[in-house]
């Protein structure tokens, strides 16, 4: 490609709404273009990367058995409405109606188009298992667009759907996807880590996030310092603690104090002269409509999926000031356990301890030396806080460490949540209707590319990985006007083309300092200067753009050393193993 023929805006100023250095230099380098919030337009330069990571997608699919299919974006209410969907998916869901006042919206995910797809053509065990993919347009009304293709309202997203005939069978799918990602973010040049996530929405019995370590990214990590667990810290837990054992010889005799004003754990602890451990939060949720209360030490937070998951809710939501009011007699603040009108939950941070802190259930008073047994009941003791880094490691008790990354692909082994709901079923071998077991695979496309940069730049620009850089080779022929140096340009050109090499010959009339500054911005991974110094002396430059390593070698071999190294970077990273 000539640059003076592409279609490559390149921008010196920042951009003003760009908080992300990926975002930055996505509008920089000429690669997107924002239409609107969250929607963005991808330019030539941007879409050779994508094309890249899909290209890499698809034959990682299709290598461990998935077969591609392209499903509608526009998908109809009643699908959602018979996996229950349409009443939880809340306002991400994009609804609309056609002319003939028929409900549908426009598919962020695609787990029932899919599943109405195989019910209908999957009829015995013979048929299964059976992964099908696609690559297509998603469509999410983010609450908050940002980070450009980051968090966008409309994105590309691979997505895979496995059916099986049995746990065994949906287990052996999962683990395929995953060493598939694996090779995926591998042969992309992340560095990245699989960590155990929440279900979420779309909900299930396990799931992994695959996160590229970077320090903007959205999502906190938890992981240990010396085995292999790692997890969202939605999902990361805290070790079970020993059995209840408490001594009722240590009770103390319960106090009820005239606390006036006195609300948050900060101003309870001041008032009584105690720590934040000898107080016990007691927050009010509302879970699918019903009230519940959690007890909490007051130095831990609750972890609300935690919550919703051990409740196997489907929504989980702080508690209005009404709800409260009608669960304690009181207003915010004065919550506790005694007396109250809501099932009680306790966070094992509470387990054995005595003579605690809470709330009176009565405005502007506390009681002191509350305990279990004697003056309030819990339903359950369970895992419902937030980890924090001075938690040891559920697996092998070793401290974890803390760390933040960018969710780019997501498997979930979703058991029969679809297929029971929309009555996937087949014939098994011993002739009985089964459901379908289903596992589903997501990738995000742009989010994958930007999630690159993010890891691989410096102050001048990206640092593409050879495996999805828009080009491999830049040729900067220094001075076009010069017809010795112009011809050098074009044979160079051609001969690396021929040797299936993606070349980007910058021919344009600018200034040498220009040309290197767009060079170094577009991140291309091997410069190759043609300067008259050098060129009087038969040589080339070569500039490897991530290590800003210099060689200078003869023209004659320039064709064979600059394919040799392309060739070799891209073996590396498609080596399995790397
Ligand atoms: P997040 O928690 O970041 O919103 P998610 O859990 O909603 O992600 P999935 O439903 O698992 O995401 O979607 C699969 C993949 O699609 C994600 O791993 C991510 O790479 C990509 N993705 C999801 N939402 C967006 C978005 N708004 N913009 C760009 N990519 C996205
Ligand atoms: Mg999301």
């Given at each position: 490609?000539?640059?003076?023929?592409?279609?490559?805006?390149?921008?010196?100023?920042?951009?003003?709404?760009?908080?992300?250095?990926?975002?930055?230099?996505?509008?920089?380098?000429?690669?997107?273009?924002?239409?609107?919030?969250?929607?963005?337009?991808?330019?030539?330069?941007?879409?050779?990367?994508?094309?890249?990571?899909?290209?890499?997608?698809?034959?990682?699919?299709?290598?461990?058995?998935?077969?591609?299919?392209?499903?509608?974006?526009?998908?109809?209410?009643?699908?959602?409405?018979?996996?229950?969907?349409?009443?939880?998916?809340?306002?991400?869901?994009?609804?609309?109606?056609?002319?003939?006042n028929r409900?549908?919206?426009?598919?962020?995910?695609?787990?029932?188009?899919?599943?109405?797809?195989?019910?209908?053509?999957?009829?015995?065990?013979?048929?299964l298992p059976r992964n099908l993919y696609q690559i297509q347009t998603k469509f999410r009304d983010e609450v908050r667009p940002r980070f450009g293709v980051m968090r966008c309202r409309e994105f590309d997203m691979k997505d895979a759907y496995s059916f099986d005939a049995d746990e065994k069978g949906a287990d052996l799918s999962y683990e395929k996807m995953f060493k598939a990602y694996t090779r995926i973010f591998s042969r992309v040049g992340l560095n990245f880590r699989p960590v155990e996530a929440d279900s979420?929405?779309?909900?299930?019995?396990?799931?992994?996030?695959?996160?590229?370590?970077?320090?903007?990214?959205?999502?906190?990590?938890?992981?240990?310092?010396?085995?292999?667990?790692?997890?969202?810290?939605?999902?990361?837990?805290?070790a079970k603690p020993a059995a209840l054992q408490i001594?009722?010889?240590?009770?103390?005799?319960?106090?009820?104090?005239?606390?006036?004003?006195?609300?948050?754990?900060?101003?309870?602890?001041?008032?009584?002269?105690?720590?934040?451990?000898?107080?016990?939060?007691?927050?009010?949720?509302?879970?699918d409509?019903?009230?519940?209360?959690?007890?909490?030490?007051?130095?831990?937070?609750?972890?609300?999926?935690?919550?919703?998951?051990?409740?196997?809710?489907?929504?989980?939501?702080?508690?209005?000031?009404?709800?409260?009011?009608?669960?304690?007699?009181?207003?915010?603040?004065?919550?506790?356990?005694i007396g109250i009108k809501a099932d009680v939950y306790a966070d094992y941070s509470l387990m054995n301890r005595v003579n605690v802190v809470m709330g009176a259930n009565r405005e502007d008073y506390h009681v002191k030396n509350a305990n279990l047994g004697r003056d309030y009941g819990v339903k359950a003791f369970a895992d419902l806080r937030i980890v924090k880094e001075s938690d040891s490691c559920p697996r092998c008790g070793k401290p974890v460490r803390f760390a933040r990354g960018i969710e780019v692909g997501h498997v979930f082994k979703l058991g029969t949540k679809y297929s029971k709901a929309m009555k996937a079923t087949f014939l098994d071998r011993d002739g009985k209707e089964k459901f379908m077991i289903m596992g589903c695979y997501?990738?995000?496309?742009?989010?994958?590319?930007?999630?690159?940069?993010?890891?691989?730049?410096?102050?001048?620009?990206?640092?593409?990985?050879?495996?999805?850089?828009?080009?491999?080779?830049?040729?900067?022929?220094?001075?076009?006007?010069?017809?010795?140096?112009?011809?050098?340009?074009?044979?160079?050109?051609?001969e690396l083309e021929e040797a299936g090499l993606e070349v980007l010959l910058d021919d344009r009339d600018e200034r040498a300092g220009v040309k290197f500054n767009d060079a170094d911005l577009i991140g291309i991974p091997v410069r190759v200067t043609i300067g008259p110094k050098s060129l009087a002396a038969g040589n080339l430059e070569i500039r490897m753009r991530k290590t800003g390593e210099m060689k200078t070698i003869p023209v004659k071999e320039a064709r064979a050393f600059i394919k040799d190294l392309v060739k070799g970077e891209l073996k590396s990273l498609n080596d399995p193993n790397h």
């Open positions: 490609m000539r640059y003076s023929e592409m279609f490559l805006p390149t921008v010196r100023e920042v951009p003003s709404d760009a908080e992300v250095i990926s975002h930055q230099l996505m509008i920089r380098a000429g690669m997107i273009r924002k239409l609107t919030t969250g929607i963005y337009s991808v330019l030539p330069l941007g879409y050779r990367t994508v094309k890249k990571v899909e290209q890499i997608i698809r034959e990682e699919m299709d290598g461990a058995g998935a077969q591609e299919v392209y499903l509608p974006a526009v998908q109809p209410a009643e699908l959602w409405e018979e996996s229950g969907r349409w009443k939880f998916y809340g306002k991400e869901l994009l609804r609309f109606k056609d002319r003939h409900e549908c919206c426009i598919g962020p995910t695609h787990e029932e188009v899919i599943t109405d797809l195989v019910r209908n053509e999957v009829k015995t065990y013979r048929q979420g929405n779309i909900g299930g019995a396990y799931s992994h996030e695959f996160m590229v370590l970077a320090d903007t990214g959205e999502d906190a990590l938890a992981f240990c310092s010396a085995c292999e667990y790692a997890a969202n810290l939605e999902k990361a837990e805290i001594d009722p010889s240590q009770f103390k005799a319960l106090e009820t104090i005239h606390t006036p004003n006195v609300r948050t754990i900060e101003e309870v602890s001041a008032f009584l002269g105690v720590t934040p451990q000898d107080i016990v939060k007691t927050l009010i949720f509302v879970a409509g019903k009230a519940v209360a959690v007890l909490i030490r007051g130095d831990e937070e609750v972890n609300e999926a935690k919550l919703r998951n051990f409740l196997g809710a489907d929504a989980v939501e702080l508690a209005t000031d009404d709800i409260v009011l009608a669960a304690t007699n009181s207003p915010k603040g004065f919550a506790g356990a997501g990738i995000g496309v742009g989010r994958t590319v930007a999630a690159a940069i993010e890891q691989q730049h410096d102050a001048q620009g990206i640092l593409w990985p050879m495996s999805i850089a828009p080009f491999h080779v830049i040729i900067i022929p220094v001075n076009v006007k010069d017809e010795n140096i112009a011809k050098a340009g074009e044979e160079l050109y051609r």
